[in-house]
């Protein structure tokens, strides 16, 4: 017999309470419990098939776990799976490390699919086993046949949403990687709930992050998504898996952004930057020259400014347009850079630099599509705006990288080297930094010629005369 039991979930954080409750006392949002029926089975399920030991109690005979001392443990380096994207691998930490639990989340249509069956179809030497519980496998096929790998045979694909048939479908196949399309669509016969509800979500990672730790096989999770751009599901989801990758971009861009907010492998700061085309997702090796690539003769409004995404530096083009104010009170919209920032630095501009904004409209964009909050972007946002209340371009080959303080100060940034050695690179003449920056960093070293200065009015004299 099974025992059955009704429990009631929070659908914003996952919370538990065996009644309803009108208010979450763990994330204070309202009327946000949902009834669950959950079901414990008490069968013994067949034998020679691979199941979680916590589905099945009683039915497995491991050995009881003991505690030992931390010097007595054997710590094995195992070897990374290095896949042929290096993107990827950069935001992994060096690649998928054996047993992981991978989930990446990101907007409907932004390429969480698209690039996870890239990922299957280029590992020629693994068995990749794609699970789908959205698209049947014509619709897979198709999109397979876009890319360049589309006929490899070491990719599996099954359609399926049970996890007990996907179960018996790994052990009859025996992948080197698992591929879960998307989490939400799974749902497992021990809890009698919806799919995509909190504890179907949790019972199913449960089990597949059980498989993975047992069996050594990385899984690879698709997650949805909520409105405010967070995991879709309780929050225990992102504490259970061992990685947390962000992809990020516009839909009406072609530019997505691979981020990592968590890694018990690696580093959080990387980030991996992709093209899409209509063939995949391409790799962006130097994304500074794609960011720059359309720049044509010199315009007033457009500024260098020299950021960090991780640890990867980047130069990207800083837009500005100011207008006289038409209405009584002015505009002032930023895309891809805060609002709240630009605001400060407008006030700065006018206390600071003794400019009139007050009855101009402002308009700022960082071209490209990327959403960025380095301070060290202040310097150009400054010198664009200026540049377009003026009508003074800016030269082609100048860069800017440094923070403005509200008294007008030019505070210094992190790892200056990094950003001079990509201006560098790029053909970049003159870069304005702060004079702080140069304590013990050889700025001669570098082939532009480096303005360090320490006031807003001495880089606006020295771009403006």
Not at 192 to 210: D, H, I, W
Not at 404 to 421: C, K, N
């Amino acid at each position: 017999m099974a025992k059955v039991r009704t429990v009631f979930f929070c659908q914003s954080c996952g919370a538990q309470s065996s009644k309803w409750i009108g208010r979450c006392p763990v994330c204070g949002e309202w009327n946000t419990y949902v009834e669950e029926v959950i079901q414990k089975e008490t069968v013994a399920t067949t034998t020679g098939q691979w199941k979680p030991a916590s589905t099945v109690p009683g039915g497995n005979t491991k050995k009881a776990a003991k505690s030992v001392q931390l010097g007595d443990i054997l710590a094995e380096d195992e070897p990374r799976i290095v896949t042929p994207d290096g993107e990827l691998n950069r935001v992994l930490g060096g690649g998928l490390v054996p047993g992981s639990i991978v989930l990446i989340g990101g907007e409907p249509g932004i390429g969480k699919s698209t690039l996870m069956l890239q990922i299957a179809l280029s590992l020629s030497q693994l068995k990749v086993l794609y699970v789908s519980g959205e698209e049947s496998e014509a619709q897979i096929k198709m999109r397979a046949e876009r890319m360049a790998d589309g006929q490899h045979s070491g990719c599996y694909i099954l359609t399926e949403t049970n996890t007990q048939n996907i179960f018996r479908q790994i052990d009859q196949v025996q992948p080197n990687i698992l591929v879960i399309d998307s989490i939400q669509t799974m749902h497992s016969t021990l809890v009698e709930s919806g799919a995509g509800s909190v504890s179907q979500v949790r019972e199913c990672t449960a089990e597949f992050l059980k498989f993975a730790k047992e069996t050594g096989t990385p899984v690879l999770l698709i997650g949805h998504i909520t409105k405010d751009g967070s995991i879709a599901g309780p929050k225990i989801l992102e504490h259970m898996v061992d990685t947390v990758l962000q992809f990020e971009g516009d839909r009406h861009l072609s530019y997505r952004i691979l981020r990592t907010t968590k890694n018990r492998f690696g580093s959080t700061s990387e980030l991996g930057i992709y093209e899409m085309q209509g063939d995949g997702l391409r790799q962006v090796s130097n994304p500074s020259e794609i960011l720059l690539s359309q720049r044509g003769e010199s315009l007033s409004g457009m500024a260098i400014g020299a950021t960090l995404e991780g640890n990867r530096p980047l130069l990207v083009e800083v837009q500005a347009l100011v207008t006289p104010s038409t209405y009584g009170t002015p505009q002032r919209s930023s895309t891809g850079f805060d609002a709240k920032r630009l605001q400060m630095l407008l006030a700065v501009l006018e206390k600071r630099a003794g400019l009139r904004l007050g009855q101009h409209d402002v308009f700022l964009n960082i071209a490209g599509g990327l959403r960025l909050d380095d301070p060290a972007l202040d310097m150009a946002v400054c010198a664009a705006v200026v540049s377009s209340l003026n009508d003074l371009p800016i030269p082609g080959n100048v860069c800017l990288a440094a923070e403005v303080g509200l008294s007008g100060e030019i505070r210094a940034v992190s790892r200056l080297d990094q950003r001079l050695a990509e201006a560098e690179k790029l053909g970049f003449r003159e870069m304005y930094v702060s004079q702080f920056n140069g304590k013990g960093l050889d700025l001669a070293r570098f082939g532009l010629k480096v303005h360090a200065v320490s006031r807003l009015d001495e880089v606006l004299d020295g771009l403006f005369g």
